[in-house]
Each structure stands twice: as structure tokens, then as C-alpha cells.
């Protein structure tokens, strides 16, 4: 139940803490796994409460500010997320069998998911399967690549793996760029190491981000957002093109290709 949740896996500052907004927690069960349709389910209770709080869909979102957007479904089992929309969330965040998570309803559709781990710690940052690869930028007209992990949304697939002539999409032909071919989930893009960035939009809009290394492989954080306003998906491939003041990474321009 709730409160021996909060008296065994939950920091002790946490546990003093009134968690004053409705909650509830998910954890497997023997014969269980996280596709398990049972996990998708709201609790009964949980919904008769929220009343029409959330009934179409809702939006889960993780302590470093990605989120998953969750379409719903009723039948004679409850209220229950769809499997696509729900397996990703799991995907994305490398759910094991020994995690228990903490679900917060905190307005209308939104959600805040808190993930455990079985000794008590939370994940307070993206979790990765394992180092990345990366490779050189391109430099002037010397070819290479760097490998990310990309995004999900409505954008008509291009399954790339090489882009003719990238070089046509930069603003300053100068400037290194790599291109990006889009995975399964849509956190970070990783790259050569610089530091604190901006993404620029095809349509001129800026979005904050900064870089992060991970065990050696340094990255781009702020992508899942991009991958969201551009409507990426995977399979497609844009050209990042990188801005710099002085040997900086100040901006990625983001280039769709043409369709």
C-alpha cells in the first residue's frame, strides 16, 4: 500500500514530507512484466476519486523534464493507458523488474512519475542502456557521424542512412554539422564534447539546452523537445548544423530535409 511505499522506498526527507496530492504506485508482481496490461490500468479507486479529472488522455512527466503523452482507453477492466503510448514510457526509461514507481497526480491530465530502484534510490537523471558510440563532426568536407538516440511523434518517415549532399542545408557551409537518423527514444543527442547551446528551429524559434557527458560521450540535452515541435519520429534524419563562438558549441540549427 501507499504508506509502506513511503516508509520503504521513499528518501527519508520524503517520507516526512505530506505528499498532499493524490498518488499511487505501480510495482510488478510474480508473472508480471511492465507490458503487462495490469500496469496500464488506474487504480479504481484513484479514478472514482479524480472524478473527470482525466479521460481521454494524460501526460506523464519524469524529474529531468520529458514527458510522454498517453491516450486512453475504458473497458470492462477500468481505465487504462494505450499499449503503444505506454510502452514507450517503458522503453524510454529502461523499467527493470525490481522498480516501483510513484505516480502524483498533480493537474488536470498531468502526471509526475517517480522512479525507485529496489535498494530505495531514485532516478533524478535520463537513464541510458549503455555508452553511447560517437564519432567527429563533419569538418569542412570530412565525413562522419555522430549516433544519438532520437524521437517519436507525426512527422512522415525518412529512414536514412546517409544524406546526399547535407552540405546544401547549412547556413554557413563552414560550420561542422553531423547528421541524425532517429531511434527509438527521443531524450539526448549525443555528440563531441562542448558546452552550454541553443537549438534553432526551422521556424526560427530557440530552445534552451546544454550539454552533458555520460561516461565519456558528451550530449545535447533539450532534444526530446525539439523531436516533439518538429513532429520527428523515428526513422526520420535531419543535418545539425553546430554554431560556435570561438571552439564553443553555442547553437545546433536543426535542418529538416526536404521532402
Known amino acids: 500500500n501507499r504508506s509502506s ?103 488536470t491530465m498531468y502526471f509526475q512519475v517517480r522512479i525507485f530502484k529496489k535498494d530505495g534510490n531514485e532516478i533524478t537523471s535520463v537513464p541510458l542502456e549503455g555508452e553511447p558510440a560517437t564519432h567527429p563532426f563533419h569538418q569542412e568536407t570530412t565525413p562522419a557521424y555522430a549516433s544519438a538516440n532520437g524521437g517519436t511523434s507525426s512527422r512522415a518517415r525518412k529512414g536514412y542512412a546517409h544524406v546526399e549532399n547535407p552540405k546544401r542545408y547549412l547556413l554557413n557551409p563552414r560550420n561542422p554539422y553531423f547528421e541524425k537518423t532517429l531511434t527509438k527514444t527521443n531524450i539526448v543527442l549525443f555528440s563531441p564534447p562542448n558546452t552550454h547551446m541553443y537549438f534553432l528551429l526551422p521556424d526560427g524559434e530557440k530552445l534552451d539546452g546544454y550539454t552533458k557527458d555520460y561516461g565519456g560521450s558528451h550530449s545535447f540535452l533539450g532534444w526530446a523537445a525539439v523531436c516533439e515541435r518538429c513532429n520527428l519520429r523515428t526513422g526520420d534524419t535531419v543535418v545539425c548544423e553546430l554554431e560556435l563562438s570561438g571552439r564553443v558549441v553555442s547553437a545546433v540549427r536543426v535542418h529538416l530535409l526536404d521532402e
Open 5 to 107: 511505499f513511503q516508509e520503504t522506498m521513499l528518501p527519508e526527507s520524503e517520507n516526512r514530507e505530506n505528499l498532499s496530492n493524490p498518488s499511487f504506485i505501480k510495482s510488478l508482481s510474480i508473472g508480471q512484466n511492465w507490458k503487462s496490461k495490469s500496469m496500464r490500468i488506474f487504480p479504481e479507486e484513484f479514478v472514482r476519486s479524480a472524478g473527470e479529472a482525466f479521460v481521454h488522455r494524460v501526460v506523464l512527466s519524469v524529474l529531468w523534464n520529458n514527458s510522454w503523452q498517453c491516450w486512453l482507453r475504458q473497458d470492462k477492466d477500468g481505465l487504462y493507458m494505450v499499449e503503444e503510448d505506454w510502452d514507450e514510457f517503458v522503453d524510454d526509461n529502461l523499467l527493470d523488474t525490481d522498480d516501483t514507481l510513484l505516480f502524483t497526480h498533480q493537474d
